[in-house]
Nanobody, 126 residues
Framework: QVQLEESGGGLVQPGGSLKLSCAAS????????MAWFRQALGKEREFVAA????????FYADSVKGRFTISRGNAKDTVWLQMDSLNPDDTAVYYC???????????????????WGQGTQVTVSS
């Protein structure tokens, strides 16, 4: 069993930055992966970014590529999501997710992740 704890959401002006963090507790496998999804009010949940711990391969949605950076934290089994050049379209609840058995072809699918954090609100507004 894996538990996820997110932090770092909040209100930011357009063009600003925020950094989200997520810590995973519990035993993790060699094929462990963590990712971020987001869901805006009235919209479908969408993939944001993912990182595979084995090899540190990283994946981004086209909508955030070049603006967001996912990385491993200094502590074991933690990830950060650095979000720069934020715009109002980035407003959403951001969820940290994890999988013990990720398959690369499904890394952007929310059904591939068994473990979900409680979500943290990110609001981009002037």
């Amino acid at each position: 069993q894996v538990q996820l704890e997110e932090s770092g959401g909040g209100l930011v002006q357009p063009g600003g930055s925020l950094k989200l963090s997520c810590a995973a507790s519990g035993r993790t496998s060699s094929n462990f992966a963590m990712a971020w999804f987001r869901q805006a009010l009235g919209k479908e949940r969408e993939f944001v970014a993912a990182i595979r711990f084995n090899g540190n391969r990283i994946f981004y949605a086209d909508s955030v590529k070049g603006r967001f950076t996912i990385s491993r934290g200094n502590a074991k089994d933690t990830v950060w999501l650095q979000m720069d050049s934020l715009n109002p379209d980035d407003t959403a609840v951001y969820y940290c997710v994890a999988s013990q058995t990720i398959i690369q072809s499904t890394i952007a699918s929310d059904r591939a992740y068994a473990y979900w954090g409680q979500g943290t609100q990110v609001t981009v507004s002037s």
